[in-house]
C-alpha cells in the first residue's frame, strides 16, 4: 500500500489536482486550502463543508502533515524552543521569541546542516535531511501561540540556500491569497551566501536577507566559515550591489562577535570598507559558547567600540540582545545530534 501524501506544504494548484484525480469536485481543492491554511485543521474529518463520502476518500489517500512539538522548553526571558520529529524520523528544533507585541518565530530548513560553520552546533551536527515545505510549515503552524506570530526569519537549523526549492514553496505558501496573506516584510531569510541560489531567491522574492558575515577579512573568514572558499564574501556583495535596498525590502549583515579573534576597531573598519555604499544595517551578535570550538565571546566594551565606530561611519549597527542561552535556543546553539543517537 502507497503512503499517504501530505496536504501542508501542498498549493491550491497541486490540492486542486489531486482532488481531481480522485474524481471530486474541483472546488473541493478550495476548501481544502482554506480548511489547511486558514483554519488551521489538523485532520481531515473536522472540514465540515465537505461531505462525508467525499473526506472518507481524502482520509484514504491523503493526511493533513500536522504533528505537535514532542517537547516544549522555556526560557526565563520568554523564549520556548520545540523539538520536532519530521515525516523521516529525524529531529529538528524551532524557536519563538516574544517582544512586546511581536512574536518572531525562528524556523528550521533542514535537519543539520553541511556548511560547518566553526562556531554553530548545527553545523558541527552534519547535513541529514532537507526538510519538506510542509515540515517548514508545520513548525509555523503548530508551535504554541502559533496564531500570534507576526514574523518569521530562517535562522533556525540548516542553511536556507541550501534547500531553497522547499524554503521558496514554504515562503510563497504563507504569502499566498488562499492561505495566511503575509506580506514578504515579515518574512527574513539569513544565508552564508550561496551566491547561485542567492541570485535567485533576490531575483524571485521580496522578503528581507540577512548575511552571515562574521570576518570582513577573507582569509581570516575561511578559517571559521569553509563556504569562504567556494562563496567569496567579496562575491556576495558584489552580487548584493546589484540590487536595490532603498525600499520594501531589507538588508542586514549578521556578525557574531568572538574574544580576540574578530572584535578589534581594525575589524570594523575592514567592514566599513566591505560595505560602504551598501543600503544596509548591521547586527552585531554576542557569541554563545559552543562545546567542541575554542572561541570565547567578545567583551560588552569590545562591542560597544565595535558598534560605536560602525555607527560613526554611518551604518545602523545594533547590539542584538541575547535570549534563550539558558535553553541552548540562542544563536548557533541548535542541535539535534544527541538526539539523533539516542532514537
Known amino acids: 500500500m502507497e503512503s499517504k501524501q501530505y496536504l501542508l506544504g501542498m498549493t491550491l494548484a497541486e490540492i486542486t489536482e489531486s482532488v481531481l484525480e480522485l474524481n471530486l469536485p474541483k472546488f473541493t481543492g478550495k476548501q481544502i486550502a482554506d480548511w489547511i491554511y486558514v483554519k488551521r485543521v489538523k485532520s481531515i474529518d473536522e ?27 522555556t526560557s526565563v526571558d520568554g523564549t520556548r524552543k520545540m523539538l520536532f520529529r519530521t515525516h523521516n524520523g529525524k529531529f529538528i528544533e524551532t524557536v519563538t521569541i516574544p517582544e512586546d507585541d511581536r512574536l518572531t518565530i525562528c524556523v528550521s530548513s533542514q535537519v543539520g546542516c553541511r556548511m560547518n560553520c566553526d562556531f ?4 558541527k551536527q552534519g547535513l541529514q535531511d532537507n526538510l519538506t515545505a510542509g515540515e517548514i510549515l508545520n513548525q509555523v503552524y503548530s508551535v504554541p501561540d502559533s496564531e500570534d506570530i507576526t514574523n518569521l526569519v530562517f535562522m533556525g537549523m540548516g542553511e536556507p540556500l541550501d534547500n531553497y526549492k522547499n524554503v521558496k514553496k514554504a515562503s510563497e505558501l504563507l504569502m499566498a491569497e488562499y492561505g495566511l496573506a503575509w506580506s514578504p516584510k515579515r518574512i527574513t531569510l539569513s544565508s552564508i551566501g550561496l551566491t547561485s541560489n542567492l541570485k ?44 536595490d535596498w532603498s525600499h520594501q525590502r531589507r538588508l542586514s549583515f549578521e556578525y557574531i562577535m568572538f574574544d580576540g579573534v574578530n572584535d578589534s576597531p581594525l575589524y570594523a573598519r575592514e567592514l566599513a570598507k566591505l560595505l560602504n555604499g551598501l543600503d544596509c544595517r548591521i547586527n552585531l551578535i554576542r557569541f554563545h559558547v559552543i562545546p567542541m570550538s575554542k572561541l570565547r565571546p567578545s567583551t560588552d566594551e569590545n562591542m560597544i567600540k565595535f558598534r560605536d ?35
Open 309 to 343: 565606530t560602525l555607527s560613526s561611519k554611518g551604518f545602523i549597527c545594533t547590539i542584538r540582545a541575547s535570549r534563550g542561552e539558558d535553553i541552548f535556543a540562542a544563536c548557533g546553539m541548535l542541535s539535534t545530534s544527541k538526539i539523533g543517537n539516542k532514537s
Open 47 to 73: 472540514m465540515t463543508n465537505i461531505s462525508l463520502k467525499n473526506r472518507e476518500i481524502l482520509s484514504e489517500n491523503f493526511d493533513i502533515g500536522r504533528s505537535d512539538p514532542l517537547d516544549v522548553k
Open 200 to 243: 535567485r531567491f533576490l531575483d524571485d522574492s521580496r522578503c528581507h536577507l540577512a548575511i552571515s558575515l562574521h570576518n570582513p577579512i577573507p582569509e581570516e573568514r575561511l578559517s571559521i566559515m569553509p563556504i569562504e572558499k567556494s562563496a567569496p564574501i567579496t562575491s556576495v556583495i558584489d552580487l548584493l550591489r546589484d540590487y
Open 120 to 123: 554553530c552546533m548545527t553545523g
